[in-house]
């Protein structure tokens, strides 16, 4: 043994002692990386709310990788007979005003209650700034450090589409992982409130008091979606503004049709900065999972968004084929420059196009 020993030294004469040892961990590292993830021991440890395993699993989901999404589909499907146990929760609110915050107390009063909370972002604007949730994690300070508690920075991509995609299956892993409450947070900016929307139970809507303008600087659609408002920063001199504007929420909440749910949306008033009003908050949530759940509204409403993703998948799949084949690279590219000389029309070039993959 000694010997043999020796004789491997010999034959790595004339390279240092630290370059092979470099070289042994690159090969190890790289070993490491590309060792078949076994889809099962991954599943199972999920379900031992391992939430290590849960972050590669997530990553998986997220991979662009051909091979990582077969994986992910696998363990996806392996964790589905565990999913949709959790209340599902988003929330929305323009830049400021105190999502993080209210994200933090509202989860450490969950965990307090004994529940296992997963914070879970869809960040329209990530693929720009790098995801700002990521900063949100050193600003949760609380909520990061509890071990009922998995913060997840947002999935990043090019089409919103994909992104939701990606959080709809994380939410399933979540689920399986043994989270009983999952909270999706969005930027109220645009679109992505209506994507939060189709993929929780509740929808959560934070907002400021304003100078009286309340209603007018708001998109109708998110009020719509509402199951309820909480008007935060409601402390300090801000208070009396803050009651004011519940008035006047609740006014325009009337104006509204019974939504499906039966459900009469609420409106209420919260200090995320100084804890109060949040665990009114969480009532709200479970008086509304009460009702909803009597009258199978609950239920429903989770099978009509299975189907809408169902077909959302599909169309986001057939257009990211379509877009990224070489020809119809190439071809777009010529059809863009025709319609930019008035050679051609739009539903010409695009019929053009669709035919050649036809
Ligand atoms: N007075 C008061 N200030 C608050 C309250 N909640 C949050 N803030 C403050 O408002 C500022 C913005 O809070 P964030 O929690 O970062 O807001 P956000 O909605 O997450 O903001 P973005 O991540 O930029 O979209 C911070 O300075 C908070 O301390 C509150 O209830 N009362
Ligand atoms: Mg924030």
């Known amino acids: 043994m000694a010997k043999e020993k020796k004789s491997a030294l010999t034959e790595n004469e004339g390279v240092s002692q630290s370059e092979i040892t470099n070289s042994l ?5 790289k070993k490491k990386r590309n060792a078949k993830i076994n889809p099962k021991v991954l599943v199972a440890s999920i379900l031992k709310k391992d939430t290590t395993a849960l972050s590669r699993a997530i990553t998986l989901v997220e991979s662009k990788n051909a091979d990582h999404l077969d994986i992910a589909n696998s363990i ?9 146990k959790s209340i599902r929760i988003g929330i929305t609110g323009v830049p400021g005003v105190g999502k993080s915050t209210f994200i933090e107390i509202f989860g450490k009063h969950l965990t307090n209650a004994g529940k296992r909370v997963a914070v879970l972002a869809i960040d329209p ?3 720009l700034t790098k995801g700002s949730i990521l900063g949100d994690k050193t600003r949760m300070e609380e909520l990061v450090k509890d071990d009922n508690a998995y913060i997840r920075p947002s999935a990043s991509g090019k089409s919103l589409g994909g992104v939701a995609r990606k959080t709809r299956e994380s939410i399933i892993l979540c689920e399986a ?8 947070e969005t930027v109220g900016v645009g679109q992505s409130e209506t994507t939060v929307h189709s993929m929780v139970d509740f ?47 609740n ?12 459900w009469q949306p609420k409106v209420t008033l919260c200090s995320a900065l100084q804890n109060e009003g949040i665990d009114a908050i969480w009532n709200i949530v479970q008086e509304y999972i009460d009702t909803t759940t009597q009258n199978n509204y609950f239920n429903n409403k989770r099978k009509e968004q299975n189907k809408f993703w169902l077909i959302q998948t599909i169309e986001e799949q057939l257009k990211s084929d379509f877009f990224n084949r070489p020809d ?6 010529t059809q863009l420059h025709l319609i930019e000389n008035d050679k051609t029309t739009p539903f010409a070039a695009a019929y053009y196009l669709l035919n050649l993959v036809h």
């Open 25 to 29: 961990s690159i090969k190890n590292i």
């Open 76 to 84: 996806i499907k392996q964790c589905l007979p565990y999913a949709n």
């Open 125 to 127: 604007s990530s693929s």
């Open 177 to 184: 992982a043994g989270f009983d409450v999952i909270i999706i």
């Open 203 to 249: 929808f959560l809507l934070l907002k400021l008091a304003g100078a009286g303008d309340e209603l007018q600087g708001i998109k109708r659609g998110i009020i719509e979606m509402a199951d309820a408002i909480a008007i935060n920063k409601a402390d300090g001199d801000n208070l009396k503004r803050a009651k004011l504007a519940k008035v006047e929420f």
């Open 251 to 262: 006014r325009a909440l009337h104006l509204y049709p019974t939504k499906d749910s039966n």
């Open 328 to 333: 119809i690279k190439k071809e777009l590219a």
